[in-house]
DNA sequence: GCTGCTTGCCAC
DNA sequence: AAACGTGGCAAGCAGC
């Protein structure tokens, strides 16, 4: 069934098959043409997240995209005048789990060719008129990037060790049970609860009968929250705190969850666990994800993420990006400074503005959400003397926000506006008969929007710059060789065509999985992406983004 | 049996 | 002492 290639715009020489019509069958063999041609094609396209996997299911990868669903989304909020998605821009599709060239768009999900050139000019005419165009172009660039990333790592997949994983439940756990029963340390554990509160058949799982039985056993709880038990000076404590622990295990990244998301592996290799990365999927502009919990993938079974025989895992993380994106937006040299020498907060003992390493991370980050209890409250009068220009920067990030406004990132990502049920409880509040309660609620509520808007210009630049840092580090991996026959072995279905490539993304911290052989150099173009990642958002302003780079065969050891 | 809500806990 | 940002997800449970 022949598609329309009207779908598909190139830039900036926009050929796009002059209107014809062009089945799948021909268009990967088309792309890979045009792709190859060394002219730097970027492909304009509605929707990264439902194309390119058919690309890359048949082989297929390209340099650079323009996304328009995406964009359409940053400058939608970013824009003065704003304008509405075309019906084909508006779902934000499922990443199907086979994607396959014989799956057609249905007719009215496939835009003319005119109507693809007028969304994006329109696109591009929103960028020219903006405040900070070349920062918004950036943004951009660096989303459809993401999207780019994100289809190939879902591809690729994170390789995954299934009888690791095992090995790590059976020790915890004791062996896979039969189905419907609970592992035989977790019965032990249920076992002994149950003896020591009295309570015969009680079932641990279900809060409500534990808080009763809790409390019969004399207990003064709330909840049965792991933070309120701790404390608590009482012989149930310590096995139901170990009860919660194997019982969370079991039900996040138990035997159910291994079958359910890690393929077997092949001929020696491990499996692979893939995930659907959404980005752009958080308001601030980090990703999220869809599937498998892969955002928190603790740290008991980082253990079964092992490379492929010959390959490692390049486990990079970047330290303290949020303040050090902070320092960058606020031009706050004295907190630019801080950071020059590795750890930020260990600099900031150093300057003398705190006493220890712990009271300067909580302060910092008490300083980036809002937080004004306890010892954090008693720091943040030290951090506005000593950063006046960082610390005011949030500050004012939170008024605007307290008083219904919408706040930016460094590159242009702008906040969404107050709902209207927000509104109309700051409005209830001003009105006449206004009572105590409606005030009490607003000013709370204003609050709440006030730290809102208060991270969101941080993590969202922090994100910006995550974002540019892997876009650097693909663009780079993307000209290393790939590895031949007689080297060694490639991995299933050529991952990353063979070369080394990003498999794992969260939040400031990537994983590359590469051949032995080329470990340093990726090393290297990880490091030298952090340093064009920072210059791209923040020019010569001298501030620097470290990274803890480890090479190893499973992902647990990166932390040593 | 399904849906939506709450609780609790994992990650950054 | 559980306030202080962004998420995903499993389990229990009420209601349909």
């Known amino acids: ?17 002059g209107g014809q019509l062009i089945g799948w069958d021909d268009l990967a063999p088309w792309v890979r043409t045009r792709e190859s041609s060394g002219d730097g094609v970027r492909w304009v396209w509605p929707d990264t997240a439902s194309f390119y996997p058919r690309l890359l299911a048949a082989g297929v990868r390209v340099e650079r995209c323009h996304d328009l669903r995406l964009c359409h989304a940053i400058l939608q909020l970013a824009t003065s005048d704003p304008w509405p998605a075309p019906a084909w821009l508006a779902p934000p599709p499922a990443q199907s789990a086979a994607p396959s060239l014989l799956d057609d768009l249905t007719p009215d999900e496939t835009p003319a060719l005119s109507e693809v050139v007028a969304e994006y000019e329109r696109q591009l005419s929103a960028l020219t008129t903006s405040s900070a165009p070349s920062r918004l172009r950036l943004l951009l660039a660096a989303e459809s990037a993401g999207a780019l990333i994100a289809a190939e790592m879902h591809a690729d997949g994170l390789p995954w060790d299934r009888d690791r994983h095992d090995a790590v439940l059976t020790a915890e756990l004791g062996p896979r049970p039969a189905p419907g029963l609970r592992p035989a340390r977790l019965e032990q554990l ?25 409390r019969n056993a004399g207990l003064d709880l709330q909840s049965t929250a792991k933070w309120e038990l701790r404390d608590k000076p009482h012989p149930v404590v310590a096995p ?29 290799r491990p499996g692979r666990f893939r995930t659907d990365y959404v980005p752009g999927g958080v308001v601030t502009g980090r990703w999220a994800t869809s599937g498998g919990g892969a955002l928190q993938i603790p740290k ?3 253990a079964a993420v092992v490379a492929d025989p ?5 486990v990079a993380d970047a330290a303290q990006v949020e303040p050090r994106a902070l320092a960058g937006m606020a031009a706050d040299e004295a907190l630019a400074s801080a950071g020059r020498d590795g750890d930020l907060y260990a600099g900031l003992v150093a300057s003398g503005v705190v006493d220890t390493r712990d009271r300067a991370k909580v302060g910092m980050l008490s300083a980036l959400y809002g937080g004004t209890a306890g010892e954090a409250g008693a720091i943040l009068p030290r951090l506005r003397r000593a ?16 008083s219904g406004g919408t706040v930016r990132t460094w590159l242009g990502r702008t906040s969404p506006p107050p709902g209207p049920s927000w509104r109309q409880v700051q409005g209830r509040a001003g009105e006449s008969d206004a009572v105590q309660t409606d005030e009490r609620r607003a000013r709370s509520q204003a609050r709440d929007r006030g730290r809102f808007t208060r991270n969101f210009v941080v993590q969202g630049t922090a994100a910006e710059w995550a974002l540019c840092w892997m876009a650097e580090t693909r663009r780079r991996l993307r000209e290393l060789p790939p590895v031949t026959p007689g080297e060694p072995a490639p991995p299933v279905g050529q991952p990353g065509e063979g070369r080394p490539h990003l498999v794992f993304f969260l939040h400031d911290e990537i994983v590359v999985h590469a051949p032995e052989h080329l470990a340093g150099q990726v090393v290297d173009i990880v490091r030298e992406s952090a340093r064009s990642a920072g210059r791209l958002l923040f020019g010569t302003f001298p501030i620097t983004f470290p990274l803890h780079v480890a090479t190893v065969t499973s992902y647990d050891r990166a932390d040593a």
């Open 387 to 402: 950063y006046p220009r960082a610390t005011g920067l949030v500050d004012r990030a939170a008024q605007v926000g307290e």
């Open 310 to 314: 010959g390959w490692v895992l390049v």
């Open 1 to 17: 069934m022949p598609t329309r290639a009207g779908a598909l715009v190139t830039d900036p020489t926009a050929v796009a098959g």
């Open 300 to 302: 008991a079974v980082r």
């Open 190 to 214: 249920a076992a002994q609860v149950r003896e020591l509160l009295a309570s015969p058949g009680l079932n641990p799982d279900s809060q409500a009968a534990l808080l009763k039985a809790l």
């Open 240 to 268: 139901l705190l170990e009860y919660k622990r194997l019982a969370r295990l079991l039900s996040a990244n138990g035997w159910t969850w291994l079958d359910t998301w890690v393929t077997p592996g092949v001929d020696g």
